[in-house]
């Protein structure tokens, strides 16, 4: 491998990383990312490791050695300081991540996302060491123009929708709306680094993905994940899509978000990791504000996608309404609208997203039907046991 050069142009070391939650959507494709492009070691941590078993088998991959699995669950497991001790560098992915969960399991998330983290925060800053957490877009909770009369004309003024790393505000909905969950302790643990860095020294950066989307993200219900389960949107599109089923439109799919390909996003980390002089002490929003659709739109241009990747024809009325109530129970509550601002991120490392929506979902989808479309037909065939 030539030798890697960083930002300034000094040469990259290779270091060790102890990424947790490193069989998850975004761990699998940093993992991949990391052994293909550059000499890292990763010490992997997850309960699972279906989505890295590719990295993980033959012992003759060219990256054998580089890659390490442990099974474990942070909540209980002596050996997380010893595995944070070996790194130069953790980077923390672990978390209940799924809004399906925030409502119906409240504690679980805040569990996960905030009590569960603490040690983690605890073992790098006693021993000094890096640490790149995730966080999400969805601490800024809801926009400030949300609040102003349906009609006003300053909706359309980006000072009241784009969201700023260092000045928007992060606006939730009551207690009782319980979506807020995972934001709130996603607020707290931010919180908490922020304060390591501050009064002890603690070297951070925080990343708030904005609907990062691509292969392998969540599991397709029924196939592999549980049958009732309900993944983030594109899983759920894409298992209505797979089943020949209307896309479900939660409130009318009015809410507004921005993608961005896995692969695009990976970058980014991947800079972050190598440049710590550039992102120590920062928070990122990492995604794509060319990628702005309504869900509705999301929907439309799935359909059309993958009539177009696996050949079929799609439904007379590919999409249905459905109340947020009855999709994801009492205490739902949305987001309206996800501009990430990209000052910061461009500032320091020079990163600027690349693929389109379209782009993005053909090679995706295209994925999901290689994928998923044979287990699916098999199971549609298969009488269901009485
Ligand atoms: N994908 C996105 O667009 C997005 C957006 C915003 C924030 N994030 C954040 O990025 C991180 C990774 O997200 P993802 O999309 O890869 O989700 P994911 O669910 O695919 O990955 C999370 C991984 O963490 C593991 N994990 C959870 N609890 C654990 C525990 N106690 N011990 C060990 N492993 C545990 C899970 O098994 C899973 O493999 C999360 O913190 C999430 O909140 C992701
Ligand atoms: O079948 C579906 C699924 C979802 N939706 C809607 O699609 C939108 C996007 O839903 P997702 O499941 O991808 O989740 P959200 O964008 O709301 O939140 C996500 O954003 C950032 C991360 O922190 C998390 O991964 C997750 O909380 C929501 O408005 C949701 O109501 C549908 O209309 N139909």
Redesign the pocket.
């Known amino acids: 491998m030539a030798t890697r050069t960083d930002l300034d142009g000094r040469p990259i070391k290779p270091i060790t990383i102890c990424m ?9 494709h940093l993992c991949e990312k990391l052994m293909s492009e550059t000499p890292h070691k990763v010490l992997a ?4 490791n279906d ?1 890295i078993k590719h990295l993980l088998e033959p012992d003759s991959l060219p990256w054998a050695g580089r890659i390490q699995f442990h099974r ?4 209980h ?1 002596s050996r997380l300081e010893g595995l944070i001790k070996m790194a130069d560098l953790t980077i ?7 809004p399906a969960d925030y409502n119906t399991r409240p504690l679980d998330t805040i569990y ?2 905030f009590i ?1 983290a603490l040690p983690v925060v605890k073992y790098c800053s006693e021993n000094n060491k890096r640490l790149i957490h ?5 601490v800024y909770g809801k926009t400030i123009g949300s609040f102003l009369p349906k009609d006003s004309p300053l909706r359309q003024d980006p000072a009241y929708y784009v969201l700023k790393e260092d000045t928007s505000p992060c606006i939730f909905g009551s207690i009782e709306k319980q979506r807020w969950s ?1 934001a709130c302790a ?1 607020q707290l643990i931010e919180r908490l680094i922020y304060a390591e860095g501050a009064e002890n020294g603690l070297e951070f950066t925080i ?7 691509g292969p392998r ?2 599991f397709i219900p029924g196939i592999d994940g549980p049958s009732e389960g309900v993944p ?1 949107v594109l899983a759920c599109f894409s298992n209505n899509l797979l089943r020949h089923e209307p896309l479900k439109l939660v409130d009318g799919g009015q809410s507004q978000r921005t993608f961005v390909y ?1 692969k695009d996003a990976i970058e980014a980390v991947l800079l972050m990791i190598e440049n710590p002089d550039r992102a120590n002490g920062h928070i990122f929003n990492v995604g794509n504000p060319n990628n702005e659709v309504t869900v509705r739109q999301l929907a439309e241009m799935m359909t059309k996608v993958y009539a177009k990747v696996s050949g079929e024809p799609s439904l007379d009325s590919p999409t249905v309404d459905i109340s947020s109530k009855e999709f994801y129970g009492e205490g739902y509550d949305d987001s309206d609208k996800r501009i990430p601002d990209m000052t910061i991120i461009n500032k320091q490392l020079g990163w600027n997203p690349k693929t389109s929506l379209w782009d993005l979902l053909e090679s995706t989808l295209t994925y999901q039907h290689r994928t998923y479309a044979e287990a699916i037909k098999k199971s549609i065939a298969k009488p269901t046991a009485s």
């Open positions: 947790i939650g490193a069989g998850g959507f975004i761990g699998s941590l997850d309960v699972y989505k474990l669950n942070i909540k497991d923390n992915l672990a978390a209940i991540c799924t996960s996302n569960d995730f966080s999400t877009c969805e995972y996603k990343v708030r993905p904005f609907n990062w989307i993200m969540d983030r896995i």
